[in-house]
Each structure stands twice: as structure tokens, then as C-alpha cells.
């Protein structure tokens, strides 16, 4: 299993938008995406600082995405 890039919460959202979700609510620095086939998550929203490892494998979860194909999609 491949290691989990390091990546800013700004990066995550473009990330998210690319591949088909869209922001739909947002509490203080909490940002909600949702994707049409009902697929939700929610990243902690501060422009410059890094998503710890394991959160970012928490969303991955969420996002029902493989560490390899994450890796593959960022990518391109």
C-alpha cells in the first residue's frame, strides 16, 4: 500500500470539486461536500496547513476511494 501524500486542505478542496462534489454547507472552518450519489464528507477548511495522515484516510473512507486510486486521481 502506497504512502498517503502530504496535501493542504486547499488543495483537498479543489481535489473534491474535480472529482464531482460540491460544497453544500459550511460551519466555521468545517466545509460539507456532498456528491450526486449521495456520497458526503467534511474537511476541516485552513488554507495552508497540512491534513493529518490519518484524517485524510478517515475522508478517503468516506469518499469510498482507495489510497492508490486517491494517489492515481491527484495525479492528473
Avoid at 468545517?30 to 458526503?40: A, C, E, L, N, V
Avoid at 475522508?59 to 491527484?74: A, G, T
Wanted: hydrophobic share 35%.
Amino acid at each position: 500500500m502506497p504512502k498517503l501524500p502530504v496535501i493542504k486542505s486547499k488543495e483537498l478542496a479543489k481535489f473534491l470539486n474535480k472529482i464531482g462534489f460540491f460544497e453544500y454547507h459550511q460551519t466555521g472552518s468545517h466545509i460539507q461536500f456532498k456528491h450526486s450519489d449521495g456520497r458526503r464528507t467534511t474537511i476541516s477548511f485552513h488554507p495552508g496547513k497540512d491534513i493529518p495522515r490519518g484524517t485524510l484516510k478517515a475522508i478517503l473512507r468516506d469518499l469510498k476511494i482507495s489510497n492508490e486510486e486517491f494517489i492515481k486521481l491527484l495525479k492528473k
